[in-house]
């Protein structure tokens, strides 16, 4: 089959490699009808995660059909039409039952390579590297889903179509929990980092969530304009503006009640000097970990209030403005998402006409051009804020 | 509980002197902190000039601020009698130290060469720094006694105690989990057969008995007076998460054998028993829980950490 290969720092093919098979009585294998390029992927192929190796195939956003079952999968049935989750989830385990599925605790084999680096393993992730698995991803023709019995969701209504059920595979729910753990209240307003696809469904979410005012800071005016006119954002570009003080104006002095931070360790770093911090991390012109806006929503944030994370993190930061989050109270909450527990009422969501996720997409191509595709999405080309691709 | 107290192994004196070896590694890497901290402070200009960097004075700032991040470490090193996290915090600055480096050598106006030995050098502090801090943190080694290896692990199962005792219990379901076992099988008089992979597609085998068998409590077994590898081991089982859930605690302990199977076993057993029982326990986890041994295309054997330096590429095998 087809399938997108990492192929070393800033290298993706689209390769000729073997058909998955069936390991574990409680796979399945599913041809690809849909998948789509994650925030997530561009930090894999900017070779920020360790323990990838050559030829593993990418890819952690897709659905389409079963073609065969492992003899352990009863409640699906070869002709499905599914999403699959991009967390790997027993729904077995302690975590798993506490719907905490990102952390599942049987579904990494490669945990003590995780444990190694953070302590303990997270669940594992199609095409996410090594030390979360090793598994094969989803933007290839086929893909071979683990515990079939417990994550991928069956989309009954025929009248969907792929685009708009695609994203409950991992963008529509991370933006959604990373609105959720905020725990907003009626009159709250929130501020949102990143007017990627994350960053997107962040904002409609909040709203969703009844979140009085959302505002999205980006720097780019086209991913900005769709945060405004498509998820209903008041907007900040973050060159323009000294992003604190226009937070603090907006709500007279408080900041924002939640700060969720949805652009990862990739972060670039404004233009203004903000706060010394900033100074001298961009006099140290550090490449790899950039928690510019991380830090930036923290010492934004309202006294008393949360700060959620869902920008991906890989190893440590420097200068962690943890005296800003201890003495003014915030909370923190992050994590991978937790899909399997958002499908099915985000897919009741889209199936009432509360949302219609395809107003992030921008560019639709064949599985064959895939590298093109991370191209246009990484530089932003061709005002590029989401790919999908069809095998 | 109190028993699994009393069963802790006591340092023993090798530990102790591994750990000296360790500690004169740490402090070394302090007093190496110091050396680049305080030109780094004081004549940040040279320094600059000496690494490669243009001297410019917005670089000058960075290199006190870095030359403080050593001396704050020095510091911290020197100071601890066990010092694992300051010594982190070296390997953490040596990372952004290469960063830092890597972003002048992009930039037209630093002389490449300089700035590459430079880097080449930090890189073997770090390499230094990584292997120190590894060794410092890791507590929980097999500590040996009388000459016995022993090693003991715990994992929790969202299993109830009797159904995983009852699992154990069977010890033909063993090779199902432990990696190197090949079969186990009940002999007359409550006796067991156990056969072992070993390497070049041979077997070690042994005799081996049950001796004390609490219901849904504790397993213990020991192998027979003239085995080839003398070894024992138990496993606990305490109710967690309200009786819902079992603490499986495993402890083996063997002795290493005379120079004919030496080898064999060694390899058996892994150059590391500890991270084997890990990985035993892992399984044993993901059988009782999920069904079966997790796999991927990555390890396709399932959780097996000697193998986890080899991985498979992440895609389906031929
Ligand atoms: N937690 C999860 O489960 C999960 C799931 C999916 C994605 N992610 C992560 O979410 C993040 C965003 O994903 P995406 O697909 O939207 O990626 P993306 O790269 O398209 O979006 C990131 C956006 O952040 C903006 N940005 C960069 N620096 C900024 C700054 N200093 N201030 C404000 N905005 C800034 C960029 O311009 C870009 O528009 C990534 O880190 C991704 O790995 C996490
Ligand atoms: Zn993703
Ligand atoms: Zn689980």
């Known amino acids: 089959m087809k399938a997108t290969c990492w192929m070393g720092v800033h290298r993706v093919k689209v390769n000729d490699v073997p058909d998955p098979r069936i390991l574990n009585d409680r796979d399945a294998i599913v041809r690809i009808t849909s998948t789509a390029i994650c925030g997530s992927d561009l930090h894999l192929v900017g070779g920020y995660v360790p323990t990838m190796e050559k030829g593993d195939i990418l890819g952690h956003e897709f659905m389409g059909e079963v073609v065969e079952l492992g003899k352990a999968v009863t409640n699906l049935a070869v002709g499905d039409r599914v999403v699959v989750p991009f967390p790997i989830a027993c729904g077995n385990c302690l975590s798993c039952e506490r719907g905490l599925y990102s952390l599942c605790e049987n579904s990494n084999p490669n945990a003590g390579m995780a444990e190694k680096a953070w302590g303990s393993s997270p669940a594992g ?193 420097d200068k962690f403005p943890i005296g800003s989050v201890m003495n003014r109270s915030l909370t923190i909450k992050t994590g991978q998402c937790h899909v399997q527990r958002y499908m099915r009422p985000l897919l009741e969501r889209i199936q009432s006409g509360e949302i219609d996720p395809r107003f992030v997409i921008t560019h639709r191509m064949s599985l064959a051009e895939a590298a093109r595709g991370y191209d246009m999405f990484k530089n932003k080309k061709d005002q590029c804020t989401k790919v999908v691709l069809s095998p | 509980m109190a028993d699994r107290q009393a069963s802790q192994p006591a340092p023993d004196s090798r530990a102790g002197q591994r750990h000296r070896g ?92 300089r700035v590459m030995a430079a880097a080449a050098a930090v890189a073997g502090v770090t390499v230094i720094d990584v292997i120190a801090s590894a060794k410092t943190s890791r507590s929980s080694d097999p500590t040996t006694e009388g000459g016995a290896v022993r090693a003991r692990t715990a994992i929790t199962v969202n299993r109830a105690p009797e159904e995983v005792y009852g699992y154990w219990h069977h010890f033909e ?44 409590q504790l397993i213990a077994w020991r192998s027979l007076e003239g085995s080839d590898v003398a070894n024992r081991g138990s496993v606990r089982f305490a109710p967690a998460a309200g009786g819902r859930a079992t603490e499986v605690t495993l402890e083996l302990a063997y002795e290493p054998p005379g120079r004919a199977v030496g080898a064999a076993v060694a390899r058996m057993f892994g150059e590391e028993p500890l991270q084997q029982m890990k990985d035993d326990v892992r399984r044993f986890k993901q059988v009782m829980e999920t069904g079966e041994v997790v796999r991927s295309d990555g390890t396709p054997d399932g959780t097996r950490s000697q193998r986890q330096l080899f991985q498979s590429e992440g895609q389906p095998a031929e």
């Open chain 1, 125 to 317: 992730i199609f095409g996410y590297s090594h030390m979360l698995g090793g598994f094969a991803g989803g933007q290839a023709e086929y893909a071979r889903v683990p515990f079939a019995d417990v994550g991928p969701i069956k989309i009954e209504d025929d009248s969907l179509s792929d685009e708009q059920v695609l994203f409950l595979s991992d963008i529509f729910p991370t933006g959604y929990m990373g609105a959720e753990v905020c725990d907003i209240q009626p009159g709250d307003t929130v501020a949102v980092w990143g007017a990627g696809p994350v960053g997107q469904f962040a904002v409609a979410s909040a709203y969703l969530l009844g979140a009085e005012r959302v505002i999205a800071i980006d720097r780019f005016p086209y991913r900005l304009q769709m945060a405004r006119d498509k998820a209903g954002a008041e907007t900040l570009n973050y060159e323009e503006v000294d992003v604190r003080e226009a937070l603090r104006d907006l709500t007279a002095g408080r900041g924002p009640d939640a700060c969720i931070e949805a652009v990862g360790l990739e972060a670039h770093h404004g233009s203004g000097p903000i706060n010394a911090y900033d100074k001298v991390k961009q006099a140290m012109r550090l490449e790899t970990e950039r928690p510019h806006a991380l830090r930036q929503a923290i010492t934004s944030c309202r006294n008393g209030g949360t700060v959620s994370i869902m920008g991906v993190f890989g190893g440590m930061i």
């Open chain 2, 22 to 113: 360790e500690d004169r590694l740490a402090k070394a890497l302090g007093w190496f902190s110091i050396g680049l901290g305080v030109p780094q402070l004081i004549a940040p200009g040279y320094f600059n000039r000496l690494i490669g960097v243009n001297d410019s004075r917005r670089n000058r700032w960075t290199t006190r601020a870095v030359g403080i991040r050593e001396l704050g470490g020095a510091a911290g090193i020197l100071d601890r009698p066990r010092p694992s996290g300051f010594l982190f915090a070296r390997v953490v600055g040596d990372a952004m130290d290469l960063l830092m480096l890597q972003a002048a050598m992009r930039r037209k106006d630093n002389p490449r060469r």
């Open chain 2, 173 to 216: 379901n063993l090779p199902n989990f432990m990696a190197h076992l090949k079969s186990v099988e009940a002999k007359e008089d409550g006796r067991w057969r156990w056969v072992a992979n070993a390497p070049l597609g041979r077997t070690v085998e042994w005799e081996a008995q049950i001796e004390e068998d609490i219901p849904n």
